[in-house]
């Protein structure tokens, strides 16, 4: 069998894939991200690619049309909306996720032939803070690490990244590196414990943004150790005196750590040489992550530990093509090809290439600020291409009700139903990851392409093509006369041999003669080159700056807010939700929360819990953890209102920005917490696809169908038509047991032998096996054992899925473990977990030390 290479469409690691259109997905052994490796998300790609919930059509309110009166449309209303209010009245909101040649495309389309900046990215949400401290340290967006240096470096420290879920590939290969060198350490800062702290030596649970007071005490220490590197910095650094003197102003106590931590971080990195100082959405996502991030380059500047092997900052990209994306100068502040805005001879050489009648002039809005132009009606014409902003963006609510007034809004997508599509009129079906050609830009600046493997389905078209199209009727059909994506790229590389007289760090000319049919996955500017070997930077004078950082007082009322991911979903679920593989782990909306703070509100194991802000209000499962600092919650970003009653937690986030970035707080806000108390609770599992309407629900994929948690406030009149109407099953016979002294009901729906639906009511949480009750879907158990609430007697309950790629649950692990399974490798030889994809390792590690805490959906 011929295998497509092509690329992951997940992660910013950007791992080689070898894939086949029957599913069969493998790690590409040449790829030099991951050497064959791939984490469970990457693993479970081939269930993501079947055409269950995709949009095959173009579609005008709600309606199927065909693509020329779509597009006919949408060139209409934009060229309308620009005639009648002028340029600045359209904006497009883009994404890290479409590839390069989509993204150039929009781009251009944008600053140069419609006249505004008014194209923004879900990378405002991701890389933005990153992006204004590489600017201020270094006058370019330079990524200077590579994965090698991870491997080479004697000190990694992780900062606000938890690499192991979110990363998993690049974890696996610290962990394999740090296992060949044994003295290898590893610094985990992030105020929660996670699955990434388990290969930390010392993790610093910091206090939610001391990331600055923290890296300025780092500052000040090797300052006193006279560790600055004083050649270095007197040729290279502008900035050192006055960084020092605002980091000897800033009060270590503001970290929250105590003296013996920050004692044992200063001395250990001030005494390793190969530092690299790892960081991601803990450090981006917050109202000073530009300072954190300057604060952490300080530190590498002061110290010449950056353009070396084994040493250096390294801004971990989150999406496949975040990279990409700053290349072609997605963002409102950026131009093209790292050229910058507001320079008026870069704008002229723009425009001059692309032989444009027009050129942006003033940077655009940037994401909270466009969709507060939606709210302000100033926006007549919004289009959002391969992101969810109804979901993603902080007040979710505020979000999709300023999108709503949009009087013309049009989304491409993948899928038909998203909460940001429920608000569109026009959707526009792309073609998605398989289907699709292109290039995408990983971590370390390599480039690799993604190559289509799969037919189009139903007339969906690439991006690129759709933009093209757009573009086209609205009269500038020649500058975007492409016929394939090889046309756009050579463009883009043109582009960027046209303006290589500017400085800049971007240099494409290694991708001059490439055969795109053929590309190798390759490293820009060159395979060889590491950036800033030399002590050169982007800075008029050649040097890099230090930033002088302050701390701001931060206020903590009862309980804040943190925010982040899943190891086995992606965002907003789309893709990763349509897998039966990976729906069982962490089935629910939860929010993590100190044993203490459970008591202080009285929440039992399993509580339901209202969270709410002046924004909105979530509710969520409690997971009772010291992983949680008391006072913070943490909850993660996936669910949506397609799946859940109030798990979109965004509903709750503020529109708080970074002053340089733009980027929103989404890691750190004030809430207020208290336990719902519903007259029941319920779980259901069905075979067919469940859409509840109970006050409380949240549905997951299942292997046997779908499952779907639930609670409400009102007690039914007659609780089998209830589960009927919950389950949409009116046909089947039903078997029922109830205990009206404990308040308990059960469930049975039988149709020709076999269960269609089990359903669980009870005035307390539902304590059954959810693996179990799945399970027995579809199977001829009678229907009393399935009643009984865990599988037939010779199969013992398996618990929740711990290990997706083999669906091994914690009770058989723990079983393995107690017959004498007492390595993660033991555990694998003994149940397989762990053993394809290793993105588990981590929860078999903390599995073995402890009898770990209830996950959420147990
Ligand atoms: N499984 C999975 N992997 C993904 C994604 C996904 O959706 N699912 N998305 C991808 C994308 S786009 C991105 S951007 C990356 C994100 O990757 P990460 O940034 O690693 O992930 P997050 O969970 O958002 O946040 C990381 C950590 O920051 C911590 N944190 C919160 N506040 C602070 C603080 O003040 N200081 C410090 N030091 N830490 C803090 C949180 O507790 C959290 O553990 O993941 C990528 N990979
Ligand atoms: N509270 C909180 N909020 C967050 C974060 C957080 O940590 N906490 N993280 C933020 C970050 S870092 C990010 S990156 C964002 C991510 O947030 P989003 O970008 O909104 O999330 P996705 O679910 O990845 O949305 C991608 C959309 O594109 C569609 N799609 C997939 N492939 C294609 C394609 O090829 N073409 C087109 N046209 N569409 C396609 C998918 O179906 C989906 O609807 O969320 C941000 N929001
Ligand atoms: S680490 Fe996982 S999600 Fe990220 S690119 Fe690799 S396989 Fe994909
Ligand atoms: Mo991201």
């Known amino acids: 069998m011929t295998l497509t290479r092509t690329t992951c469409p997940y992660c910013g690691v950007g791992c080689g894939v070898l894939a086949d259109a029957d599913g069969t997905i493998k790690g590409d052994p040449d790829h030099p991200a991951n050497f064959g490796r791939l984490c469970s998300k990457g693993a479970a790609l081939g269930e ?86 590489h600017k201020r340290a270094f006058g370019t967006d330079t990524v200077p690490g590579t994965y090698e240096d991870l491997e080479l470096a004697d000190l990694i420290v992780l900062v606000g990244s938890n690499l192991a879920w979110c990363h998993p590939v690049l974890y696996q290969r610290i962990a394999a590196a740090k296992e060949t060198r044994p003295n290898m350490r590893v610094v985990n800062i992030d105020p929660r414990r996670t699955a990434t702290t388990d290969l930390a030596d010392l993790h610093l649970q910091v206090t939610p943004d001391g990331d600055v007071a923290l890296f300025n005490g780092l500052l000040a220490h090797l300052a006193d150790a006279q560790k600055f590197d004083e050649e270095f910095t007197q040729c290279h650094v502008n900035g050192l005196g006055e960084a020092v003197e605002a980091a000897r102003a800033s009060d270590p106590a503001d970290t929250g750590l105590s003296g ?121 014409a919004l289009w959002v291409m391969s992101t969810n902003p109804a979901v993603s963006l902080p007040d979710a609510d505020g979000v999709a009700a300023a999108i709503a007034k949009v009087p013309f809004v049009v ?127 982007y800075h008029p004078d050649g040097k890099a700056r230090m930033i002088a950082v302050q701390t701001h007082a931060l206020s903590h009322p009862r309980f804040t807010l943190n925010t982040g991911r899943n190891r086995d979903q992606w965002h907003t679920m789309t893709r990763t939700g349509k897998s039966a593989r990976l729906g069982p782990h962490l089935a629910e909306p939860y929010v993590e929360m100190h044993p203490e703070d459970a008591a202080y509100l009285g929440a039992s194991p399993g509580a339901l819990i209202h969270v709410e802000s002046i924004y909105g ?97 009102r007690i039914p009149a007659d609780w089998e038509t209830e589960a009927r109407t919950l389950s949409g099953q009116g046909e089947g016979d039903v078997s029922m047991q109830s205990d009206p002294t404990t308040g308990t009901v059960r469930m049975a729906i039988v149709e ?38 865990r599988s037939a007697s010779d199969q013992p309950d398996a618990g929740a899925t711990v290990c997706a790629c083999f669906h091994v649950g914690r009770n058989t692990l723990l079983a393995a473990a107690a017959n004498g399974a007492r390595t993660v490798t033991a555990l694998g030889e003994a149940t397989c977990a762990g053993t394809n994809c290793g993105s588990c390792k981590p929860e078999l590690t903390a599995l073995l030390a402890e009898a770990s805490l209830p996950m959420a959906a147990e």
């Not at 390069?100 to 900046?117: Q, S």
């Not at 970074?658 to 259901?684: C, H, I, M, R």
């Open 260 to 380: 013996q931590d920050l004692t044992a971080f200063f001395t250990l990195w001030a005494s390793t040489k190969k530092v690299v100082t790892v960081y991601s959405q803990g450090v981006n996502q917050s109202a000073c992550g530009t300072d954190k991030v300057n604060a952490i380059l300080n530190c590498h500047l002061a110290t010449g530990r950056i353009g070396k092997p084994g040493m250096g900052p390294f801004s971990v990209t989150g999406q496949p093509n975040a990279m990409g994306g700053r290349e072609v100068g997605g963002l409102a502040n950026m131009l093209a090809n790292h050229l910058e805005l507001d320079n008026a001879d870069h704008r002229q050489a723009v425009q001059t290439f692309w032989d444009s009648p027009a050129i942006c002039t003033r940077p655009g809005l940037k994401a909270v600020d466009l969709f507060q132009a939606c709210a302000d009606g100033k926006i007549k």
């Open 752 to 789: 020709n032998g076999l269960i269609t639906a089990l359903f669980f009511g009870s005035s307390n949480p539902v304590i059954v096996s959810r693996t179990a009750i799945n399970d027995l879907i579809g199977s001829a158990t009678a229907p009393l054992t399935a009643l009984a609430g």
């Open 411 to 537: 989304t491409s997508d993948i899928m038909e139903k998203t909460d940001t599509n429920d608000l569109a009129h026009v959707l526009l079906p792309a073609t998605g990851w398989g289907e699709k050609d292109g290039t995408v830009t990983n971590s370390e600046r390599r480039m690799s392409r993604q190559r289509a493997f799969l037919p189009a389905p139903g007339v969906a078209k690439p991006d690129w093509q759709i933009i093209s199209d757009v573009a086209t009727r609205m009269g500038f059909g020649a500058a975007f006369a492409y016929q394939n994506p090889a046309d756009v790229f050579a463009e883009y590389i043109a582009l960027d041999a046209a303006v290589a007289h500017f400085p800049r760090d971007l240099d494409l000319s290694i991708f001059a003669d490439a055969d795109y049919a053929k590309l190798i996955p390759t490293q820009w500017p060159r395979n060889d080159k590491r950036f800033f070997a030399d002590g050169k930077f």
């Open 617 to 713: 209000r979530a509710t969520l499962r409690t997971l009772i953890t010291p992983r949680v600092a008391k006072g913070q919650l943490f909850a993660p970003m996936h669910w949506t209102r397609q799946r859940s009653s109030h798990g979109t937690i965004n509903s709750i986030t503020a529109p708080v920005t970074d002053p340089f970035s733009g980027q929103p707080a989404l890691k750190f806000g004030a809430v207020t917490a208290e336990v719902y108390k519903p007259k029941w609770y319920g779980f259901l599992a069905s075979n067919t696809e469940l859409t509840p309407q109970t006050p409380y629900a949240a549905i997951a994929r299942t292997q046997t169908g779908w499952q779907a948690e639930l609670a409400s406030g």
């Open 48 to 133: 993501t690619i079947d055409l269950e919930g995709r949009l095959l059509h173009p579609q005008i309110n709600g309606k199927q049309a065909d693509w020329d009166t779509a597009l006919d449309l949408v060139a209409a209303k934009f060229k309308a909306a620009i005639a009648e209010h002028g340029p600045d009245s359209v904006a497009f909101y883009a994404s890290g996720q479409l590839l390069t040649e989509d993204y150039y495309v929009a781009n251009k389309l944008m600053k140069g032939f419609i006249g505004t900046a008014n194209i923004d990215t879900n990378s405002r949400l991701c890389m933005a803070s990153s992006v204004a401290g």
